[in-house]
């Protein structure tokens, strides 16, 4: 006998079932237990604007949300979001929640590439839903969890500074 635990090989095709609000819609897959929830929201549902990058949680392209918190999906297993209402870019983009952020990253070129977009504009949703009118620092800090390789997060930063100030201006999100 070589010490290969056979019992390993029994567990490979478990599944379990789990069921999430995403989007405000109910859904429910079939997840292998170390499936991780950005691998379930890509594959399983095909919302593919949450990235997986890092897969260490690092570069905040996974970021969705999960009972109203930003969280790095690459770090959470499936089946621990079980009953979890999540939003992904998709639907903070459908819901309108975004749009003026969407739109000055649009304006001020902070997507460029588009990878560690929607994980950035998730981020800069929480941040403005927590303080409505954030220091450029305070902007800065929010994004260290971020990585960008292409736009040098100056953009970024003045997008984000300046939905912050029209909202401010207007009385909150467009």
Known sequence: ??????????????????????????????????????????????????????EMGACGACLVQL?????????IFAVQADGAKINTIEGLAESGVIADLQAEFHRRNAL?????????LVNAHELLSQVARPSRDEIRDALSGNYCRCTGYEAIVDAIDAVAKARSEDGGPA
């Open 67 to 75: 009972d109203g918190r930003a969280v790095h999906s690459c770090l």
């Open 1 to 54: 006998m070589s010490g290969f635990d056979e019992t390993l090989l029994d567990d490979a095709g478990e599944t379990v079932r789990v069921r999430f609000v995403v989007n405000g819609r109910k859904v429910a897959c079939e997840v292998a237990p170390r499936e991780t929830l950005v691998d379930c929201l890509r594959n399983a549902l095909e919302l593919t604007g949450t990235h997986a990058g890092c």
């Open 112 to 120: 460029q590439c588009g990878f560690c977009t929607p994980g950035m």
